[in-house]
């Protein structure tokens, strides 16, 4: 049997996520990890008796050509150029959401792997919940009717993960590149994946990372962040009216510090038969028997953490053969465009036609 072997480019937190799916796949062998922090890097070999271990990802791919499959899971920064290096070392390529820091480098890469015909995975780990899984099929089966409008609220009171995350240079933006890129993504995934055609948004940073606020849920902050002399520089709140060429709108508001009662995640989609709320299990508004109905599922379709390793394994599929990509470079590209688009209407004060 066929082992991949395995590299790992960023080794901080969610690389935890992609190590645990490759460990449990039979067909794969973790091989090498690459970090720019030594520190990180010699714990993280430590942990998992990996012994070849980089700084540099070009000094890696050189020392080990023999290398099949690449995950990157480093600040936003150097997704693509560790993408494009690679692909050039004729690997395939499982890159951490956002794809890129723009579209521009976002297309950059997505086409490098399609004329390489290596396989670009992205890691829209929403796609991979039961509840996406069966939003997704309630759409196809036609139980929602034409969808037309949409919400996706992720909002954090007083939520900043500090570190890179707050630092533009390295993160590309705040809460709307960070969180929004999921909710965005998983409405677009059970719509049907509609290409967007504009865009009005508006950005504030009024509140920043409020770390003066003692009530900072541990949870969140960045194992990198330093909350003494960290940048903020980024928004820390970002709402949008996305359109796209299915006829769906989709209002989406997104934070780090917000005055709201509390933290919420939820979507909601409208169709003209049907419609569905996720908060955090999904409920089917629709009608029986001339009646207003909501339907619920006996088992929890919420998000439980177990789409990480259905995303790594579903990719390996797809490098296999035997899977279709659930989420492709071309998904990671339309994501980028949208905020890209968000970023300039708020800077412009204008909507954005996205071509
Ligand atoms: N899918 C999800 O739910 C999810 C959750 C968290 C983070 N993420 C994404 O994963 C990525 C990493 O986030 P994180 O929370 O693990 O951050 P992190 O800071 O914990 O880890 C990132 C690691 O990358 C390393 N790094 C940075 N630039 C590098 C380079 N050029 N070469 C090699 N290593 C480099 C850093 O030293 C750090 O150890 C981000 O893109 C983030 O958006 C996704």
Redesign the pocket.
Known sequence: MKRYKIAI???????EAHIGGYLSDEHCELYAF????EK?LKAKGDKYGITRLYTD?NVMFKDLPEIDIVSI????N??V??GLAAINAGCHVFC???MAMNAAEAEQLSDAAEKSGKILGL?F?RRFGKDAILAREMAENGMLGNVYYAKALYLRRNGSPG??FSDRKRSGGGPLI?LGV?VIDLVRYIAGDPQPVSVYGVTFDKLGDRRNLMDKKKFYL???SERVDEIFDVEDFASAMIRFDNGMVLSVETSYSLNCGDDVGRIEIFGDKGGITIDPDLVYHGEVLNRLADITFSAPTHFDGSEYGAEIHSFVSAVEGKEKLRATGKDGVALMKILDAVYRSACEKREIIIK
């Open positions: 480019i960023g080794v901080g937190g969610i690389s690459c970090d720019i922090n990180t990802f899971c480093t600040w936003n150097a997704h150029a560790a951490e959401k956002p890691g780990c570190g890179w960070d999921h960045s194992e990198n």
